[in-house]
C-alpha cells in the first residue's frame, strides 16, 4: 500500500498489462525463441488475451527432467464460438487442426468452445492463423476480458432462441478487445514494434482486474449456467415474444483452498430490462467492474467480490449514473435443470436436431470408439449447423427430414453412444480437462470421471436410480472450469486420486453445493457416498432432487449465498 495516497498496490498483472503496449508485450521474440517451448514469463501472461495459455505435458516431466530436458511445452488454443453455432465447413478444419497440431483431440468447454491442447510453438501461429481463415478466432476467450458468450444450446430450436443467440453475439461483438495486436501478431498485421497508439475504447490499457464471463439462459433449461457468470441474462417471454430479459450480476465458481475470502458464488437476479437494453446494460456492467474491481489482489477481483463489497444498491447507483440504466423489478421466470436434451428434438420450422453426448467434452478416436472420426463423416454430409453446448456436448442442428436417415446411419454405424442408454447421472456429468496439460491440477478429472461414474453407477443400480436425474461434476483443482460448485456431487481434487466432496447444489443451478467430506480417495468416495443414495432412494419425497434430499435430511447445511459457502 502507497501510505501517501492511500492507493493499493496494482498486482504484478496489472503491471505486466500497463507495460504491454495494448497486449504486444514481447510475443513476437519469444515466439522466435529457438531455445525453448516455451515463452517469457510476461508473454506467457498476455498471451492468454489472445486465447491461449502455456502448458506442459505433466506426464512427461519425471522422465525430461532425468533427461535434462526442459518439461514438455506445448500451448492450449480456446477458439471463441460466440452462442456456440459454428458451420460443418468450421467444424471440419478444427477437426483438421486438431489433428495435425494438435494432439488429437478436441474439448468442447463448459463455455461453448473448442479447445486444441498440445500444439507446439513452433504451430502456434500457423494454427491460430488457420483458425481465423475458417472465420473462427481466439481474442478474448482467455485473459482479463469479456470471454466466449454462452447462450442456451439451440438456437434453431424456436424463433426465441434465434433471437437470444443474437443477442448473445451482439453482446459478444460489442465487448471484444479492439486491439490490434491480434492481428499483427498472429495475422501478419503490420506495426509490431511499439505497435500503434490505439486506444480500448471500452477497456483501456488495463483491461478488467480479472477474467469475465457471460451468459444468457431461457427458462426453463438453465443449460449455460448463467448464475455461475459474472454477467448473465435470464430471458423473459410473454406469449411468443421475447419482451427482455432479468440481469443477473455476480456469479462465479472459484476459490482457493485455505481462504476463506475466496468463495464460489450465485449470481444476483438483480432486476429486469427490455429486450432493447442488453448491449447497454452489459457495457454498463462491465464498466462497472473495470472501474471498481480490485486490482491488487487477483484472488478477490472478480465481479462477485466487488458487488459483495460494495453492495448492489451501490451498484445500481452506479448502473444509473454511468448508462442512464434503470432496472425494473424482476420478472417471473422457473428452472427445471441444467442439463441438455439428449437424442432427436425436432424445432418449429420442421427441422431436427440431435444431441450427442460426448463424455468429459472429449472428442477422440479410442479404445475402438471413433467418435470423433463418426462426427467428421457426420460434418462432411451435414448441410446444417454444428452447435457446442454449455454441458460439453454437441448438436448435430438443423437437419431436414431428407438427410436426417443418412446422420442416424453414421451414428448407428460408429455405435455413438445413445444417451437414453446411459444413466442420468453419467448424462449429466461435466468434467474439467485438468491433467495431464493443465499446470493448476492437482489430480484427474476429465480422465477419471467416467471410471468413477462406472462404480456409482452400479450403486445406482442396486438403488433402482439409474433414471433419476442427480449432476455430478469434477474438477482437477478450486478454479471451478467445470463449475463443479453447481453440482449435486461435486469433486475438487486436492491431490493425485485425492478430492473434496461436496454436496447439497440445486438441481437447476441456483444454490452452491457445501463441503462434505476433505480429502477422500475412490474407495472412501464408494463408502460415503453408497449410504446416502440408498436413504435418497428409499426417503426422497415424490420430485425431490438428490441435492434437496441431502438438505432436508441434514447431510449438509443449504449454502444460501457465496460468502456462506465455508459456513
Ligand atoms: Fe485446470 Fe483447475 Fe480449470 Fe481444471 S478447474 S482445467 S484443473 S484450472
Redesign the pocket.
Same mark, same amino acid.
Given at each position: 500500500m502507497d501510505d501517501e495516497q492511500n492507493i493499493p498496490t496494482p498486482s504484478p498483472i496489472e503491471v505486466i498489462k500497463d507495460n504491454s503496449n495494448y497486449l504486444r508485450g514481447t510475443i513476437n521474440e519469444s515466439l522466435a525463441d529457438p531455445l525453448t517451448g516455451g515463452m517469457q514469463p510476461i508473454d506467457q501472461v498476455l498471451i492468454k488475451f489472445h486465447g491461449t495459455y502455456q502448458q506442459q505435458d505433466r506426464d512427461l516431466d519425471e522422465e525430461r527432467k532425468h533427461q535434462k530436458l526442459e518439461p514438455l511445452y506445448s500451448f492450449l488454443i480456446r477458439v471463441r464460438v460466440p452462442a456456440g453455432v459454428t458451420t460443418p465447413e468450421q467444424w471440419l478444419a478444427m477437426d483438421s487442426l486438431s489433428e495435425e497440431y494438435g494432439d488429437k483431440t478436441l474439448k468442447l468447454t463448459t463455455r461453448q468452445a473448442f479447445q486444441f491442447h498440445g500444439v507446439l510453438k513452433r504451430n502456434l501461429k500457423k494454427t491460430i492463423q488457420e483458425i481465423n481463415k475458417s472465420l473462427l478466432d481466439t481474442i478474448a476467450a482467455c485473459g482479463d476480458v469479456n470471454r466466449n458468450v454462452m447462450c442456451s444450446a439451440n438456437p434453431f430450436e424456436s424463433p426465441i432462441h434465434a433471437e437470444v443467440a443474437d443477442d448473445g453475439r451482439k453482446i459478444s461483438a460489442y465487448l471484444t478487445p479492439q486491439t490490434n495486436a491480434y492481428h499483427e501478431i498472429w495475422l501478419d498485421g503490420k506495426l509490431v514494434e511499439g505497435g500503434e497508439k490505439e486506444e480500448e475504447p471500452l477497456y483501456g490499457k488495463l483491461y478488467l482486474p480479472r477474467k469475465f464471463k457471460t451468459a444468457i439462459a431461457i427458462p426453463p433449461r438453465n443449460d449455460s449456467d448463467v448464475l455461475s457468470n459474472d454477467l448473465g441474462f435470464i430471458a423473459i417471454v410473454d406469449g411468443e415474444k421475447l419482451i427482455g430479459y432479468n440481469l443477473t450480476v455476480g456469479g462465479g465458481m472459484a476459490y482457493t483452498f485455505g481462504n476463506k475470502e475466496t468463495y464460489p458464488r450465485v449470481a444476483d437476479v438483480v432486476g429486469y430490462l427490455s429486450k432493447d437494453k442488453i448491449v447497454n446494460v452489459s457495457e454498463a456492467v462491465l464498466v462497472f467492474q473495470r472501474d471498481h474491481g480490485n486490482r491488487s489482489e487477483r484472488k478477490n477481483a472478480r465481479l462477485k467480490y466487488t458487488v459483495d463489497r460494495l453492495g448492489l444498491d451501490f451498484f445500481k447507483a452506479e448502473l444509473k449514473r454511468t448508462h442512464g440504466v434503470i432496472l425494473e423489478p424482476n420478472r417471473e421466470y422457473k428452472f427445471d435443470s441444467m442439463g441438455d436434451k439428449y437424442g432427436w428434438i425436432q424445432s418449429t420450422d420442421g427441422l431436427w436436431h440431435y444431441t450427442v453426448f460426448v463424455e468429459g467434452g472429449k472428442l477422440v478416436d479410442k479404445n475402438g470408439y471413433l467418435a470423433k472420426t463418426a462426427i467428421r463423416e457426420i460434418a462432411q454430409i451435414h448441410k446444417g449447423t454444428f452447435i457446442l453446448t454449455g454441458n460439453q456436448n454437441v448438436v448435430i442442428a438443423q437437419v431436414s427430414a431428407t438427410q436426417k436417415p443418412l446422420i442416424e446411419k453414421i451414428l448407428k454405424k460408429f455405435k455413438i453412444i445413445n444417451a437414453s442408454a446411459i444413466s442420468l447421472l453419467r448424462q449429466n456429468s461435466i468434467a =474439467?480437462?485438468?491433467l495431464p496439460y493443465?499446470g493448476?491440477?492437482f489430480a484427474e478429472?476429465e480422465r477419471y470421471l467416467p471410471t468413477l461414474i462406472d462404480k456409482l453407477d452400479k450403486i445406482l443400480e442396486v438403488n433402482d436410480l439409474l433414471q433419476t436425474p442427480i449432476s455430478i461434476r469434477m474438477?482437477?483443482?478450486p478454479?471451478? =472450469?467445470?463449475r463443479p460448485f453447481l453440482a449435486e456431487i461435486g469433486f475438487v481434487?486436492r491431490a493425485p486420486g485425492i478430492y473434496n466432496l461436496y454436496l447439497g447444489a440445486s438441481f437447476t443451478g441456483e444454490r452452491l453445493n457445501k463441503l462434505y467430506v476433505e480429502m477422500v480417495n475412490e474407495d472412501q468416495i464408494i463408502e460415503i457416498l453408497s449410504p446416502i443414495l440408498q436413504h435418497y432412494a428409499q426417503s426422497r419425497t415424490k420430485d425431490e432432487h438428490f441435492g434437496d434430499f441431502v438438505i432436508r435430511k441434514g447431510y449438509v447445511k443449504a449454502t444460501t449465498a457465496g460468502k456462506y459457502f465455508h459456513a
Open positions: =474439467c480437462a485438468a493443465c493448476l491440477a478429472a474438477t482437477g483443482c478454479n471451478g =472450469c467445470g481434487g
